[in-house]
C-alpha cells in the first residue's frame, strides 16, 4: 500500500508521479522496526527537497510518519520514501509553491544470500547524479539492455573523461592489489551504505579509469537495499566474489546498529 501521512494514497495524488515524474526518494532496509543509517536517510530527504522544491520538510513529521509505517514490523524489507507534490504538473511547475509530501511505499527483501553480479561499463552519466530522483528511465533502461545481453546490471563510466563512476541503482568499490578498498572519486550519489562504510576509515578516494579496472584484485557493490554485494564480472574482467576484503567489508557493514525511528 503507499499511503501519505498514513492514509491511503489517491489516484488523483498520485498521478503527478504518474505524469509529471519530479520527485525524490530514498530507500532503506527495515530490519525489525530498525534502519541503519536512519540520520543519513532524513538528511538526504530533507537537503535534496531543499534543491528539488525549494522548500523545508518538516523532519518530526516526516520521522512519524517513517515510524507508523515501520510501527509492529518483525520482518525485513525495503522501505521507500518519494517526496513529490501531487499539485505539481507541466504546467505549473516552478510557478507555484511547492508542497511536497512524503509516499511511503515498501517491497520485499530477496531471499536467500545475493549472487555475485556480472556488469558491463557503459558511458553514461546520470542527470544531477547527487540527488536521488525519480528520473530513473536511463539507468534502468540501460540494466534492461544488459540484462538482454547476458549481464545482471550496468557500470557508468563518464562519457568525456572515461573513469568508472558509479552503477544504475549502486555505488561501486574496489579492493586494489595490495587489499585497499577504493572508492571512485566522481560525480555519484552519495549512497548512505558508502557513507556508513567510509566512516569506518582506511579506504582511499581516487578517480578510476576504465582502464584501470583489470588491475583491481576484488569489486563490491553498494546500496542500502543490498548491503554490500561482490562483483564477479566487469566486462571481461573476472573478480573472485570471496575476496577476504569484501567478506569483512560485510562483516564491517553487519555490525553497524540499526536505529529504530
Known sequence: ???????????????????????????????????????????????????????????DALVADIRAAIAGSSVSYTLRVTVFDPAINLGNLGTVTARPVPLITTRPSGAGPLQPLRVRTVAFQRDTPEIKHVGLFSPLHLRFAARRAGFDDVLFTDPTSTNVSEGSTWNIGFVTADGTVLWPDAPVLPGVTMTLLQAAGGHVLRSVAATQIGEMRAAFATNASIGVRPISMIDDHGFDPDDPVISELQRIYAAIPAHGV
Open 1 to 59: 500500500m503507499a499511503t501519505i501521512h498514513g492514509i491511503e494514497a489517491t489516484a488523483a495524488q498520485l498521478s503527478a508521479l504518474a505524469l509529471t515524474g519530479y520527485g525524490h526518494f530514498t530507500s532503506m532496509h527495515v530490519e525489525e522496526g530498525a534502519v541503519r543509517g536512519l540520520d543519513l536517510h532524513i538528511e538526504r530527504l530533507i537537503g535534496n527537497a531543499r534543491v528539488v522544491f525549494d522548500a523545508d520538510l518538516d523532519r
